[in-house]
């Protein structure tokens, strides 16, 4: 009897052990995104709505019996995700081409630890969707009128990226005020005419436009370098788990082509998910929108990238970034392989906006409750818009082509040209509509 006690009094302590030997390993992944930045959507907010991540997770080998715990951690900017990654509480972090250099830049300073850019999640060749914007009722038109006025940006951002070449460009740095703020507050101070001008990333110049609170004076477009957003990756994360990096990058492959394959339901959702106007982000979204959702990381936005770093190492001193190691395309190349794309065709491809471009529509409208309508011709559009009115459904927005530029703007904020033929055509900046030889004709008058 005793040495049977013995036995089973023995046997607990085993169970125990080989309880806790085979015990679930946690792999906690975590990911800093921006929901409301446009160009970002499809390494965050679409990845955490749709469940993309976990639809790639690997789940043999090493992974086997492993338990994943996927934080979304969701900010206005990109300097906070790369603090937050600098202290170890993320492993991803998606954001704009400026903080992605200063993300890099930090991490290699320290020493001891590194990050890596590993994909784009959207881009626009010509600069657009970075942007300044005045008050609507302001007399200011252009960037020269700024001189002696004050600027309000969210600083590390892209559009600060992109504010701080345009002063420097146009001999104004010393001749204007730079103001810190959040896209929140800076969209609330335009909206009550408390600041002179405000700038900034995608797509809150459009949001502002939208709202008919702000007029935007100076399109990124005009700054001659793209602007584009991605994802870096912590090393030490990618050294340990490389799959659960791939997992991701393929993952982030499927959101790009979901907005692609339907924008109205991509903005619609998104919209849902943000609290942005889906009109605005079908700006951004459809064909020959201000967005192209495709991965690679092509040589113009390396050259892009070392010019930018080269500025803020000028302007703001900040510390050497060793691109040859940073600049990771291993993860990007091989989900392409997989799907049975050309990688070197995708860098040698690049979407560019194109004037009068034959394969798009001259004009659209969005009509609540019939989806988008394609019209032949802007004169087309503005016709059918006074029908629609008057016939008691509602408009929820209208999008034209810049004749100077060929980029996606809405139709309500174009300045309309009346031209000697009898086109209607449409611009971006006034500057341009008064320099076509036609009649201006505002918006009011023309629907």
Not at 80 to 88: D, K, R
Not at 143 to 154: F, N, R, V
């Amino acid at each position: 009897m005793l040495k049977k006690s013995k036995k089973f009094i023995l046997a607990i302590p085993l169970t125990l052990l080989l309880s806790s030997q085979v015990q679930a390993e946690t792999i906690t992944i975590g990911i800093g995104h921006q929901s409301t930045v446009t160009n970002t959507v499809p390494g965050g907010i679409i990845l955490e709505k749709l469940g993309l991540l976990e639809k790639h997770l690997p789940t043999d080998g090493k992974y086997k019996g492993v338990d994943y715990e996927i934080v979304y951690k969701d900010y206005t900017s990109g300097p906070p995700i790369t603090n937050q990654m600098l202290a170890g509480k993320l492993a991803f972090g998606v954001m704009g081409d400026y903080p992605l250099i200063v993300n890099g830049a930090k991490f290699e300073k320290t020493g001891r630890a590194e990050s890596r850019f590993i994909a784009v999640t959207g881009y626009n060749l010509k600069g657009t969707g970075n942007g300044i914007v005045v008050p609507v009722g302001s007399d200011v038109f252009s960037l020269a009128e700024l001189k002696g006025k004050a600027i309000s940006t969210p600083v590390g951002s892209a559009a600060w990226g992109m504010t701080l070449k345009v002063l420097r460009d146009n001999d104004l740095m010393d001749k204007v005020e730079l103001k810190n703020q959040s896209p929140p507050v800076g969209v609330n101070n335009i909206a009550q005419g408390k600041i002179d001008a405000h700038s900034d990333f995608c797509p809150w110049s459009e949001v502002m436009e939208f709202r008919g609170t702000g007029r935007k004076v100076y399109d990124g477009s005009e700054a001659g370098i793209p602007t584009f957003h991605g994802t870096v990756v912590a090393t030490k994360f990618a050294n340990k788990y490389p799959e659960i990096v791939q997992a991701y990058v393929d993952a982030t492959l499927e959101a790009q082509d979901w907005i692609t394959n339907d924008p109205v339901l991509a903005a619609t959702k998104v919209s849902e998910w943000t609290g942005i106007e889906k009109e605005v982000l079908y700006l951004y979204f459809s064909k020959g929108g201000i967005s192209t959702f495709e991965a690679s990381i092509k040589p113009e936005w390396e050259a892009a990238l070392k010019y930018d770093h080269a500025l803020l190492v000028k302007e703001k001193n900040i510390p050497p970034l060793s691109f040859d190691k940073w600049l990771d395309s291993t993860y990007v190349k091989a989900s392409y392989k997989a799907r049975g794309q050309d990688y070197e065709a995708l860098t040698g491809s690049v979407v560019s906006p194109i004037i009068d471009d034959p394969a798009l529509a001259p004009a659209e409208m969005w009509v609540d409750g019939v989806g988008i309508v394609s019209f032949t011709s802007v004169e087309a559009m503005t016709i059918m818009h006074t029908a629609v009115v008057k016939a008691g459904k509602k408009v929820n927005a209208t999008y034209v082509y810049d004749k100077a530029t060929g980029l996606k703007l809405f139709g309500h904020v174009a300045f309309y040209v009346k031209m000697p033929s009898g086109e209607l055509v449409t611009f971006m900046k006034k500057g341009d509509a008064v320099k076509a030889r036609g009649t201006l004709v505002a918006w009011a008058d023309v629907k």
